[in-house]
C-alpha cells in the first residue's frame, strides 16, 4: 500500500526556524514534492526532490533520503504569511497522480 | 505555461441535482488529469484519473456513476457530481502533467444544500 506520514499540527514564532518532516512507503517512487496550501486555495508548488540529498530556495529549503524514504521541509526566518498547510506529495509510478500526505497546519506567531 | 483553468470556483446547489465542474488545459496538452476532493482541514485524496478518449480509473471508495468524469479533448475534462448530496460538499480539484511538472486548477468549493 501507500503511506505518507507527516505530522498534523506545528507551531513557532516569528523569525524562526521550522522543520516539516515526512516519511514514505510507497509502491514505486519517482520523486517527492511539497506544497504550500491556504484554506479554500488550490495547492503552491515549493519543491520538487528525486535525488538523495538538500535543494535550496531562498528561505525554503527540501531534503530527501531515498533510502531512509524521509524527507524534511526547511523554513527558515518564518513570517507570519507563512501559516498555512504545507504538504508532502510523492509520485509513485511514473505518470502517475500524485498522492498526497495529510498536511501539517503551521501556525506561526509573533 | 501550463495552466489549469478550473470552472466554476464556488457552486451551491440543492439537494439531488447535478453539479458539473470544468478543467481545461491552456496552453498544453493534457492526456490525463487527475481529480482531488478535499474535505475541510484533511489533505487532497485522489478521487479518479481522467484519461483522453477512454474511461476514468477511479479509486477504490469513489462511485463512478455518482461522479461521472469524461475527457473528450486533450485539454478538456470534467467532473459531474450527480444527485449531489450535503455529503459531497467539499473543495474539488483537478491536476494535469504539464510540461515539467504537476499543475493544478484553482478548485471549486462546492456546497449542497
Known amino acids: 500500500g501507500q503511506n505518507i506520514d507527516q505530522p498534523t499540527e506545528m507551531t513557532a514564532t516569528e523569525g524562526a526556524i521550522v522543520q516539516i518532516n515526512c516519511t514514505y512507503q510507497?509502491?514505486?517512487?519517482?520523486?517527492l514534492f511539497w506544497y504550500q496550501q491556504h484554506a479554500g486555495e488550490a495547492p503552491t508548488f515549493l519543491s520538487y526532490n528525486v535525488l538523495d540529498g538538500l535543494e535550496e530556495k531562498g528561505r525554503f529549503s527540501s531534503f530527501l533520503s531515498r533510502s531512509k524514504g524521509y524527507s524534511y521541509l526547511l523554513l527558515k526566518e518564518l513570517q507570519m504569511k507563512d501559516s498555512a498547510s504545507y504538504l508532502c506529495?510523492?509520485?509513485?509510478?511514473?505518470?502517475?497522480?500524485?498522492?498526497f500526505g495529510k498536511g501539517t497546519t503551521l501556525s506561526v506567531s509573533s | 505555461g501550463a495552466v489549469v483553468s478550473q470552472h466554476p470556483s464556488r457552486v451551491i446547489c440543492k439537494s439531488g441535482t447535478s453539479v458539473k465542474i470544468e478543467c481545461r488545459s491552456l496552453?498544453?496538452?493534457?492526456?490525463?488529469m487527475f481529480w482531488y476532493r478535499q474535505f475541510p482541514k484533511q489533505s487532497l485524496m485522489l478521487m479518479a484519473t481522467s484519461n483522453e478518449g477512454s474511461k476514468a480509473t477511479y479509486e477504490q471508495g469513489v462511485e463512478k456513476d455518482k461522479f461521472l468524469i469524461n475527457h473528450a479533448s486533450l485539454t478538456l475534462s470534467t467532473l459531474t457530481v450527480t444527485s449531489a448530496h450535503p455529503e459531497d460538499s467539499s473543495f474539488y480539484i483537478c491536476?494535469?502533467?504539464?510540461?515539467?511538472?504537476?499543475?493544478f486548477g484553482s478548485g471549486t468549493r462546492l456546497t449542497v444544500v
Open positions: 510507497t509502491s514505486g517512487f519517482n520523486g
Open positions: 491536476s494535469a502533467i504539464g510540461v515539467e511538472s504537476y499543475t
Open positions: 496552453d498544453f496538452q493534457a492526456t490525463t
Open positions: 506529495a510523492v509520485i509513485g509510478q511514473a505518470g502517475t497522480a500524485l498522492i
